[in-house]
């Protein structure tokens, strides 16, 4: 039986002046996979990450969800199918926990207040911070700061969870946690897209891996 690919990036190009980052680069992930995509600084991972998530606008090419066309950069409701979790967790610090996770589905989706309270409620008990939903961000963990980012993104109830760079403001300790952590949505079925150069940290997840560098114009999948 075929495999169903889950997201599908199709001849994409992008370059920043003269710079080519990527010339026609095909890559085919499938439902329920982890991929670890790899390089080192410069090589253009976060680039690729920003790209799949809407953040940046590729010069050329498709992106595919499920087999169907998506525009994450320009549109809004296709940009939430794809959840990221960024290296510096980007929290807002004025709010506490629970708003931090809320945010999201009240002011991007106009969801109502107490199913969103709710569902956040629930999503941040089962990633170990029940007793931290009043605290701010400036009261939390490097690591405590990490699931409260892999939360806000999970509330949107992403097709594709993407990191970037998950362990660069970690200790060893909290990034084995985070392994498992990632680990455990693998076994949820969750598709999930891992941007690092971090090679041990990798190790600890064992993905498929796509090596990104100078050259990337290779169909991946």
Do not use: C, W
């Amino acid at each position: 039986m075929e495999e169903k690919m889950m997201l599908t990036l199709k001849n994409i190009s992008k370059k920043f002046g003269d710079r080519v980052i990527y010339d026609n680069f095909n890559m085919s992930i499938a439902d329920g996979e982890t991929v670890g995509i790899v390089g080192p600084s410069g090589a253009g991972k976060t680039t690729l990450l920003r790209i799949m998530t809407g953040l940046e606008p590729a010069d050329q090419g498709e992106i595919l969800l499920a087999d169907k066309i998506i525009d994450p950069y320009r549109n809004r409701r296709d940009a939430g199918k794809i959840g990221v979790v960024f290296q510096d967790f980007q929290l807002f610090p004025h709010l506490n926990v629970l708003a931090n996770v809320m945010i999201g589905p009240l002011n991007a989706l106009a969801e109502d207040k107490q199913t969103t309270q709710k569902s956040a409620t629930a999503l941040l008990t089962q990633l170990g911070l029940a007793d931290h939903l009043q605290d701010y961000p400036y009261q939390l963990s490097g690591g405590q700061k990490q699931r409260v980012a892999i939360a806000r993104a999970l509330i949107l109830q992403p097709a594709v969870l993407a990191y970037d760079e998950p362990t660069s403001a970690l200790d060893p300790a909290m990034t084995k946690d985070v392994a498992a952590l990632i680990n455990q949505f693998a076994e949820q079925g969750m598709t999930q897209v891992v941007v690092t150069h971090d090679m041990p940290f990798i190790d600890l997840l064992a993905p498929r891996v796509i090596q990104v560098g100078e050259e990337n114009t290779d169909e991946i999948v």
